[in-house]
Antibody, heavy 121, light 113 residues
Framework: QVQLVESGGGVVQPGRSLRLSCAAS????????MHWVRQAPGKRLEWVTI????????YYADSVKGRFTISRDNSNNALYLQMNSLRAEDTGVYYC??????????????WGQGTLVTVSS | DIVMTQSPDSLAVSLGERATINCKSS????????????LGWYQQKPRQPPKLLIY???TRESGVPDRFSGSGSGTDFTLTISSLQIEDVAVYYC?????????FGQGTRLEIK
C-alpha cells in the first residue's frame, strides 16, 4: 500500500533553514507528481508546492516562493523540501502527498502523517 | 487566487440523519475544455492527515462509502452524507484545483447531535 513518511521537522529560529524529507513506498514513485501541503495549528490546509514526476515542472505558493525549494530523488523514492529564511507564519504540520495518476496532478490522493515545524525564537 | 468558502463552519447531526455541507468558489471551477468541475472534498479526523473522498465534484474515491456524495457545478457545491455514522465525525474541506495555487475551504466541523 502507499506509504509516505515525513521527517526533518523540529523547532527552528526565525531566519534559519530546515530540510524536510519524505520516504515513499508501495508505488512507482517516479510516475507521480508530488506535493507538500501544510496546516498551521487550528487552521485550514494550505498548499505549498508541487513537483512533476520527472522534476521538470515545479510550482509554489506565493507565500513561500523564493524561500522554499522542492526536489526529488527518483532513484531513492524520496521527496524533499528545503525551507530557508523561515518565519513564524511557516509554523505548522507539513504533509507530503501524492497526486492522483491521470486526470489532474492537483488531485491529492494520498497523504503522509505529517511532520511538525515550529518557527520560534 | 480562488477563494473557497464553506458553510456552515460547524454542524451537529443525529446518527442516521443527513448531513449537508456547502462550498462556494469565488470564480467558476468548471472547465469548458472537458466539462468537469475541478473540485474535491477531503475528510480529516482528529490527529490524522486528510483523506480524499470526492473529486471532479461528484466522483467518489475508491473505498469511500456510498453514503458520501458530491454535487454542484460552476461555483456552488455540496457534500452530502446520507446517513451519518459515528465514524464520520471529522472536519471536511473542499478544494479547488482549477488554477494554481490550489486552495481549500476553511473547513466544516461535523459532530454528532
Amino acid at each position: 500500500q502507499v506509504q509516505l513518511v515525513e521527517s526533518g521537522g523540529g523547532v527552528v529560529q526565525p531566519g534559519r533553514s530546515l530540510r524536510l524529507s519524505c520516504a515513499a513506498s508501495g508505488f512507482t514513485f517516479s510516475a507521480y507528481a508530488m506535493h507538500w501541503v501544510r496546516q498551521a495549528p487550528g487552521k485550514r490546509l494550505e498548499w505549498v508546492t508541487i513537483i512533476s514526476d520527472d522534476e521538470s515542472n515545479k510550482y509554489y505558493a506565493d507565500s513561500v516562493k523564493g524561500r522554499f525549494t522542492i526536489s526529488r530523488d527518483n532513484s531513492n523514492n524520496a521527496l524533499y523540501l528545503q525551507m530557508n529564511s523561515l518565519r513564524a507564519e511557516d509554523t505548522g504540520v507539513y504533509y507530503c502527498a501524492r497526486a492522483q495518476s491521470g486526470g489532474s496532478s492537483f488531485i491529492i490522493q494520498h497523504w503522509g502523517q505529517g511532520t511538525l515545524v515550529t518557527v520560534s525564537s | 487566487d480562488i477563494v473557497m468558502t464553506q458553510s456552515p463552519d460547524s454542524l451537529a447531526v443525529s446518527l442516521g440523519e443527513r448531513a449537508t455541507i456547502n462550498c462556494k468558489s469565488s470564480q467558476s471551477v468548471l472547465s469548458s475544455s472537458n466539462n468537469k468541475n475541478f473540485l474535491g472534498w477531503y475528510q480529516q479526523k482528529p490527529r490524522q492527515p486528510p483523506k480524499l473522498l470526492i473529486y471532479w465534484a461528484s466522483t467518489r474515491e475508491s473505498g469511500v462509502p456510498d453514503r458520501f456524495s458530491g454535487s454542484g457545478s460552476g461555483t456552488d457545491f455540496t457534500l452530502t452524507i446520507s446517513s451519518l455514522q459515528i465514524e464520520d465525525v471529522a472536519v471536511y474541506y473542499c478544494q479547488q484545483y482549477y488554477s494554481a495555487p490550489i486552495t481549500f475551504g476553511q473547513g466544516t466541523r461535523l459532530e454528532i447531535k
